[in-house]
């Protein structure tokens, strides 16, 4: 009688990822902090995309810390608020930044959605791109200028409020029902993992939090850092609905364009006569 063939050796299954592993996905993915990423896979990148307003917070801590040593200097808040837009480029490599460009681009062009994503793919930023990042910067520099123009502590606020509102639409972009626009890339690996009421827990967690933030200077900040979180994940929302449209899904540039497209609306509702 002839031997059985071997019987493959079980691969054992790997953990659920703890939040830790999320922590870790979002700032190695999302910033250029010196976390090692531990877990790459869908699991990870789930917890890792409902952790990203935590990366947001780092962020927004390095923005605040040099705009306002800026201000303090007596330079004013046109230069602080520069100051308070390059930390947060500089945190993430231009990463979102690049995305807005990109995605701008592959909307402007008019194209099928295949040779807009090649288009979104190039080096190189066309007129929509830079016509976009002008106007973007050009509007969140006016908004922090203002919130500076009403003192250091609120500017400081805002700033966390709108990185916060910025890194919330992540899970609202990644979540179930969301396809990729192409198999490969970060779009790929974070599309679809988020599930719609974990989505919509962590939005309704930022709204709370932004506005509890806001009840130590009065009642009417904290309804405005509310709302410019609820505005910030509403205009992102339409600019998603409009990308899946197009692209047919999320890319990593598409998420980006999400980001900034929500920090700036932030940054305009809590520019709007603070008290």
């Not at 063939?5 to 922590?23: E, I, K, R, Y």
């Not at 040779?115 to 976009?132: E, H, W």
């Not at 626009?181 to 939005?203: I, K, N, S």
């Amino acid at each position: 009688m002839p031997d059985s063939p071997t019987a493959p050796t079980p691969v054992p299954a790997q953990p659920p990822a703890s939040l830790g592993d999320g922590v870790r996905f979002a700032l190695g993915t999302l910033t250029v902090l010196p976390v090692r990423v531990t877990r790459w896979d869908r699991d990870a990148a789930r917890l890792g995309m409902l952790a990203a307003p935590l990366a947001g917070l780092a962020v927004a801590a390095a923005s605040a810390a040099l705009a306002t040593a800026l201000w303090l200097l007596g330079t004013g808040g046109l230069l602080a608020a520069a100051g308070a837009l390059a930390a947060p480029a500089a945190l993430t490599r231009g990463l979102h930044l690049d995305g807005l460009a990109d995605t701008a681009d592959g909307l402007g062009s008019g194209r099928p959605a295949k040779d807009a994503l090649r288009i979104m793919k190039q080096s190189d930023i066309g007129p929509f791109g830079v016509v976009t990042l002008v106007l973007v910067l050009l509007a969140q520099a006016a908004a922090v200028a203002r919130l500076y123009d009403h003192g250091p502590a609120r500017a400081a606020v805002g700033l966390a409020v709108a990185a916060v509102a910025a890194r919330s639409v992540f899970a609202l972009g990644c979540r179930t029902g969301v396809p990729p626009a192409r198999p490969g890339g970060l779009g790929a690996a974070v599309a679809g993992t988020v599930p719609t009421r974990a989505a919509a827990l962590a939005l309704a967690a930022a709204v709370l939090a932004a506005a509890a933030a806001g009840l130590g200077f009065s009642a009417a900040d904290a309804v405005r850092n509310g709302a410019a979180v609820v505005c910030a994940a509403g205009a992102a929302q339409l600019l998603l609905r409009h990308c899946v449209r197009r692209f047919g899904g999320i890319t990593g540039d598409v998420l980006g364009a999400l980001a900034e497209t929500a920090a700036t609306v932030a940054l305009v509702v809590l520019a709007v006569a603070p008290a």
